[in-house]
């Protein structure tokens, strides 16, 4: 059972570009989750969503942030004309019920 | 919003020794759960305490949970080199929808 897989794992971009990182659930998992954690930092809640539903976006940034979790295909967290300030790991997490969470390996965004 | 803060942030033993670190949220919980970062990794999901248990084992990990206190504690005995990482509690309150975390406790272990 393969775990929650995350791509890509490093992306660069430069000021003004959009990122898009993608996540892939466990199996049978049907609630997603993304956090931010920035450098010696705790994680960040930014949103949970569970299939074609978000249910908690009160972690995310009024502009520029958007995630999606469709009925086909992985979750994406969308991040349109990217600032330095960006610049941080994000983490998916995937649960099949209230409980525990499971993470990817994350995805390290650079802006340049 | 933080719902929990680790306790000591930074934390240096020798291997053989024991490590404590120490977990304080806000408002009421379901349950606690215990997490660890290897550095550049994603967080391992640890140990997972309910708020009517008080104390709960997995392996060399010990759990304590003090529900009037807000408060909870990580034993890890008989530290190994691997064992150092960053450790974080996290909990969601009873009202929330996602699992909030704290700012973690860096253990390092030198052998």
């Known amino acids: 059972n393969a775990g929650v897989m995350q791509n890509p794992r490093h992306l660069v971009r430069r000021r003004g570009q959009e990122a898009r990182l993608r996540c892939s659930p466990m199996?049978?998992?049907?609630?997603v989750y993304w956090y931010r954690q920035l450098p010696e930092e705790g994680l960040k809640f930014m949103v949970y969503?569970?299939?074609?539903?978000?249910?908690?976006e009160s972690g995310m940034p009024k502009e520029r942030f958007s995630a999606e979790f469709p009925k086909e295909g992985p979750s994406i967290l969308r991040i349109q004309q990217v600032v330095r300030g960006d610049s941080a790991a994000y983490f998916c997490?995937?649960?099949?019920?209230?409980?525990?969470?499971?993470f990817g390996e994350g995805s390290w965004l650079t802006v340049v | 919003s933080q719902q929990g803060e680790e306790d000591p942030q930074a934390l240096s033993i020798q291997e053989g020794e024991n490590a404590t670190m120490n977990c304080s949220y806000k408002t009421s919980i379901n349950n606690l759960q215990w997490y660890r970062q290897n550095s550049g990794r994603g967080l391992v999901h640890l140990i997972l305490?309910?708020?009517?248990?008080r104390e709960k084992h997995s392996g060399r990990l010990r759990v304590t949970l003090d529900t009037s206190k807000k408060s909870s504690s990580l034993l890890i005995t008989a530290s190994r080199a691997a064992d150092t990482a960053s450790y974080f509690c996290?909990?969601?309150?009873?009202?929330?929808?996602?699992?909030?975390f704290g700012k973690g406790t860096t253990l390092s272990v030198s052998s």
């Open positions: 199996k049978g998992h049907s609630h």
């Open positions: 969503l569970q299939k074609e539903n978000i249910i908690d």
């Open positions: 996290a909990s969601r309150d009873q009202a929330g929808t996602a699992l909030i």
């Open positions: 305490i309910r708020s009517n248990e």
């Open positions: 997490a995937s649960s099949p019920g209230p409980d525990t969470i499971y």
